[in-house]
C-alpha cells in the first residue's frame, strides 16, 4: 500500500507547499509584468497563495488560520517571488509561464480545500465548493489588484476541471480505492484537463439569447 511510505498529513502539505510555490510564481510574473515594485510582488504572490485558504478557513471557522501557525508558508512564498524577481528577465513568454503555474496551482489547491472539506463531514457537494473556492480565489483577487479580467470569468475550463477532479475522487473512493492514489488521481486530472483545455483552446459557451 502506497499509505506505509507517505503518510496522508505529509503528502497534503507537500501537496500544499508545491501549490503555494506555484502561486507565487504565478502572481509574481504578473505583478512584475505590471511594473509592481519588490513588495508589491510580494504582496501579489501572497494573496495569490493563501488568499484562497484563508477565505476558506474563515467561512468553516477554523482558527487560527494555516499560515498564522506556520511560518514555512510566508517564508516559501517571499523567498520564491523574490527569487523570481531577480531572474524574472529569463521569462520571455509570460503568458504561457503565468497559465502553467496557475495549472500546478489550481489541481493542488483543489485537493487540498476538497479535503479539508471531507475532514469537516461536509456534504460532498460542499466539499467540491470548498475545493473550488480555495483553487479560484487567489487567483481571482491576484487578478483585480493587477487590473486584469479575472482568469476564471473568461469562459475558461478551469472551475470545470477542479469539479471533474473531485468528482474523480469521490468515484474511486466509493470504489473503495486508497485515498492516496484517489488523490494523485484528482490532482492528475484537474492539472490535464486545464492543460489540455490550453493546448486545444478549449472554452465553455456561452449563453445568448437568439435575436
Not at 126 to 136: D, F
Not at 185 to 208: G, Q
Amino acid at each position: 500500500m502506497i499509505n506505509t511510505f507517505i503518510f496522508p498529513d505529509i503528502l497534503l502539505y507537500v501537496l500544499d507547499m508545491f501549490g503555494i510555490i506555484a502561486c507565487a510564481i504565478a502572481g509574481t510574473l504578473l505583478a512584475q509584468h505590471k511594473g509592481f515594485d519588490i513588495a508589491g510582488c510580494i504582496l501579489v504572490a501572497l494573496v495569490n497563495a493563501i488568499g484562497g485558504g484563508t477565505l476558506r478557513d474563515m467561512a468553516l471557522d477554523r482558527h487560527p488560520l494555516f499560515w498564522m501557525t506556520d511560518l514555512n508558508y510566508v517564508i516559501v512564498i517571499t523567498a520564491t517571488s523574490l527569487i523570481l524577481q531577480i531572474f524574472f528577465h529569463l521569462y520571455h513568454k509570460i503568458d504561457n509561464a503565468l497559465k502553467f503555474f496557475d495549472a500546478i496551482g489550481l489541481a493542488a489547491f483543489s485537493v487540498i480545500g476538497f479535503k479539508v472539506g471531507l475532514a469537516q463531514d461536509l456534504a460532498p457537494m460542499i466539499a467540491i465548493m470548498m475545493g473550488v473556492w480555495t483553487a479560484i480565489i487567489g487567483g481571482l483577487l491576484r487578478d483585480i489588484i493587477c487590473n486584469e479580467i479575472p482568469l476564471v470569468l473568461q469562459r475558461e475550463i478551469y472551475i470545470t476541471a477542479s469539479i471533474a477532479g473531485s468528482l474523480a475522487y469521490l468515484a474511486l473512493d466509493y470504489g473503495g480505492l486508497d485515498t492516496t492514489i484517489n488523490e494523485f488521481t484528482m490532482l492528475f486530472i484537474i492539472f490535464a484537463v486545464r492543460m489540455l483545455a490550453l493546448k486545444f483552446d478549449w472554452h465553455l459557451p456561452s449563453i445568448r439569447l437568439v435575436d
